[in-house]
């Protein structure tokens, strides 16, 4: 921050000059009393916009020739509010997809969704959006409990949504439905089985959701040092890594056209074509076209990447989706009757779905909340980092716990909303990196667009109407993004004999099943009444099936199993000594030949001189 501009504004908090992305903690300021702040600023145009680089934040980089350093704007420091506005719009767009995309894709068609009416997707995505910004001002406001020592909420721009984690679990719960008979089905005249809309499975994954956030409140209370043991990298980064691998197929197959029953590719009948043939340019699974647009979205993203400004880059996703959109929309892929249908103002429950708990779906959604906490610590410790408040300390472990908290208290609020488990975003630490604004009313102003967003149900209905080959292209990146998550987790790791040992196990049963989803499915034979007994087996057989699912419980148990003193060599050091081995065998046999009567280098000699 130049010197103008710290005159100016007297509390905006400056942090070191330094090459990398992170910020080095400053002394914490006291909380203003943001009406006080509000009404100083509200009457002056410095109050409005202050003393800010506009060209440098919006231009893209490579017409940039000079590059300063924007100035740092803390959690408490005084943002105008103009900037707070745009801030936190660019806050939403970062996070929209996000928020969407899991609702989008449990929702959907296909043998693991729920093959909702539209009417029943159009209020699940308001819903979302809602949710999200009413649970996000929760994380940033931060609450202490009375007469206690805990906190509800990190204090921090830290912003929630629907967590991908949901999304393999629900499929394969969903799957399990139908197979048994717990969602309809119908026999079409091609022999080609239609999955029918099951709200009720919505209910039920929403109520086992709401007992399973219990677990997770009551993890929070424990010290974030025995999380941390009971739950180490080792067993988080297998289980994102395996969640990213689990979800991207579906994604794949959106990009060649749908996951629903046209991926099949039957010769005749409804889903001879994708979407199906009632849709607008209908064409078979896997069309070049289709292709095409899943690559024009994947590729914008990639050169906004490389090219597009700090504003473009932390709404990379986003502004790839309507390049896609446009694109879809002038060759005709487009069905407008979503948006036409779509009522222009809406709320939560106007719509309900009967809420039970499903047997089968408890233990996938303990692990879903599982990833919850394994996510929200390592996405609150980037908070702090990037907003240059403590990452260690009693301060940080605060933190730590009130955000586990909010996170569990927040994901059984938003069953009641008719939304599925949420979880602290990780998107928007990038954008607090980029814009150098980790100020908590930008947060605030990101929530105010987000209700904005859902409760104009005409906006929330443009993603329904994307086609699935736009939504594939980004999702394809989105959850590689997962995938890379977890290994960027693993490569911390010492890799000692014990971590290979563990993550091999994991993703040998991980990767396996999620590869060959059937491979447990014939394993029981039952075909009694007992309908405990079903449940039960039922519940098994959903968990084996489901990758991330037996492939973390496998990482749990022999991380707890498995001696930390047994193979405690790590790759380099073993490395290391295969190459002093190769070298004392090398050496030795060199030692050897000198003594013989025909040394090397005379047998040598002497076989050329016969030649």
Same mark, same amino acid.
């Given at each position: ?7 100016s ?5 400056t942090i ?7 910020f080095?903690?400053?002394a914490?300021?006291p ?6 702040v ?24 490579v017409f ?8 740092f ?7 105008p509010l103009g900037?707070?506005i ?8 970062a ?18 969704a ?6 029943d997707?159009?209020?699940?995505l ?14 940033i ?6 007469r ?17 984690a ?14 048994s008979?717990?969602?309809p089905?119908n ?15 919505w209910?039920?994954i929403?109520?086992?959701s ?7 409140m009551?993890?929070?209370f ?8 009971i ?6 980064g297998?289980?994102?890594?395996l969640?990213?691998?689990?979800v ?19 010769a005749?009948?409804?889903?001879s ?6 849709a607008?340019h ?33 709404s ?6 309507i390049?896609?959109l ?8 487009v069905?407008?009757n979503?948006i ?10 106007t ?9 089968p779906a408890v233990?996938p $959604? =303990? ?7 394994l996510e929200?610590i390592?996405?609150?410790? #980037? @908070?702090?980092? *990037? +907003? !240059?408040?403590?990452v260690?300390?009693?301060a940080?472990?605060?933190?730590i716990?009130?955000?586990l ?6 994901s059984?609020?938003a069953?009641c ?8 975003f ?16 930008a ?18 209905a443009? $993603? =329904?109407?994307i ?12 959850? #590689? @993004?997962?995938? *890379? +998550? !977890? ?7 010492d890799w000692?004999r014990?971590?290979?040992?563990i993550?091999?196990?994991?993703l040998a ?13 014939h394993v029981f034979?039952?075909?009694?009444s007992?309908?405990?007994l079903k449940?039960?087996?039922?519940a ?9 699912c037996?492939g973390?419980?496998?990482a749990?148990?022999l991380?707890?199993v ?9 790759v380099q ?6 190459r002093r081995?190769?070298?004392?065998l090398?050496d ?24």
């Amino acid at each position: 921050m130049d010197s103008k501009t710290a005159q100016s504004l007297p509390d905006a908090e400056t942090i070191p000059t330094s090459t990398h992305t992170q910020f080095d903690a400053y002394a914490p300021a006291p909380v203003p009393n943001l009406w006080t702040v509000f009404k100083s600023q509200v009457g002056t145009k410095e109050g409005w916009w202050g003393d800010f680089d506009w060209t440098t934040m919006c231009m893209p980089s490579v017409f940039i020739k000079e590059k300063t350093n924007a100035p740092f704007w803390g959690l408490n420091s005084r943002l105008p509010l103009g900037l707070a506005i745009i801030m936190g719009f660019q806050h939403s767009l970062a996070m929209v997809s996000g928020v969407v995309t899991p609702i989008l894709i449990m929702t959907g068609s296909g043998p693991t969704a729920l093959n909702l009416t539209t009417a029943d997707q159009q209020y699940l995505l308001s819903a979302a959006l809602i949710t999200s910004a009413l649970l996000s001002i929760v994380q940033i406001t931060r609450f202490k409990i009375w007469r206690t020592g805990y906190y509800i909420g990190t204090g921090l721009l830290c912003v929630v949504g629907p967590n991908f984690a949901s999304i393999p679990a629900a499929s394969a719960v969903i799957r399990n439905m139908y197979a048994s008979g717990y969602c309809p089905t119908n026999i079409l005249e091609d022999g080609t089985v239609q999955n029918l809309p099951c709200p009720e499975a919505w209910g039920a994954i929403l109520g086992t959701s709401m007992v399973c956030s219990f677990f997770e409140m009551g993890m929070s209370f424990l010290p974030p040092k025995t999380i941390k043991r009971i739950f180490p990298p080792i067993v988080s980064g297998t289980t994102i890594l395996l969640i990213g691998c689990s979800v991207i197929s579906t994604a794949l197959k959106d990009w060649a056209g749908g996951s629903g029953g046209c991926s099949a590719m039957p010769a005749t009948g409804f889903y001879s074509k994708c979407p199906n043939i009632e849709a607008p340019h209908a064409l078979s699974w896997g069309s070049p076209e289709f292709l095409g647009l899943g690559f024009l979205v994947f590729a914008t993203i990639v050169i906004i990447e490389n090219v597009g400004s700090a504003f473009m880059k932390s709404s990379q996703i986003v502004i790839g989706l309507i390049v896609g959109l446009i694109v879809a929309a002038a060759c005709g892929y487009v069905d407008n009757n979503a948006i036409d249908t779509a009522p222009p103002i809406t709320f939560l429950w106007t719509r309900t779905f009967p809420i039970t708990v499903y047997g089968p779906a408890v233990i996938p $959604f =303990l692990i879903v909340y599982l990833d919850n906490m394994l996510e929200s610590i390592g996405d609150i410790t #980037a @908070s702090c980092d *990037v +907003s !240059g408040v403590e990452v260690e300390g009693p301060a940080f472990q605060r933190r730590i716990q009130g955000g586990l908290l909010a996170d569990g208290i927040n994901s059984f609020l938003a069953a009641c909303m008719t939304i599925s488990p949420v979880v602290t975003f990780a998107q928007n630490n990038g954008v607090i990196a980029m814009t150098r604004c980790a100020n908590r009313i930008a947060g605030y102003c990101c929530c105010f667009f987000l209700l904005i967003f859902g409760i104009f149900g005409k906006i929330s209905a443009v $993603f =329904l109407a994307i086609p699935s080959s736009v939504l594939g292209g980004m999702n394809a990146f989105l959850f #590689a @993004s997962v995938t *890379v +998550s !977890g290994i960027r987790i693993l490569a911390y790791l010492d890799w000692t004999r014990r971590d290979r040992f563990i993550v091999t196990c994991s993703l040998a049963l991980g990767l396996g099943v999620t590869l060959v989803p059937s491979w447990f499915t014939h394993v029981f034979k039952y075909g009694g009444s007992n309908e405990a007994l079903k449940g039960f087996l039922s519940a098994i057989e959903t968990i084996v099936d489901t990758g991330y699912c037996i492939g973390s419980l496998m990482a749990i148990f022999l991380n707890l199993v498995v001696p930390a003193e047994w193979g405690p060599e790590t790759v380099q050091e073993l490395e290391e000594r295969e190459r002093r081995e190769r070298d004392q065998l090398r050496d030795g046999f060199i030692h050897h030949s000198a003594n013989e009567e025909h040394p090397l280098e005379e047998l040598s000699t002497t076989r050329t001189i016969q030649a």
